[in-house]
């Protein structure tokens, strides 16, 4: 849950003008079955810049604690294409 949450995210700030839940999963006029292959489709996650971007989000607003958590959560459930520095 909490992925398509991210991915979610990821759409609303990226696409422009949707009205409607169902324009943000629309892309070349096929609807998409979740948030998380919408972004696939529209070449949104590529490479690790997504959760590059949430982790840099979450320190700004989580504990050290929680956002060692999401760390964690990151590199045991999501499939990573590199590691970067943080």
Known sequence: MAD????????????????????????????????????????????NDEWHQCLTEAASMCSSNALHCLFALVLKHCKLVQLWCL
């Open 4 to 47: 398509e949450q991210f991915y979610l995210h990821v759409l609303l700030t990226t696409v422009k003008g949707p009205t409607l839940w169902c324009d943000l999963c629309t892309f070349d006029n096929v609807l998409h079955p979740s948030f998380h292959t919408a972004c696939l489709v529209c070449g949104l996650l590529q490479n």
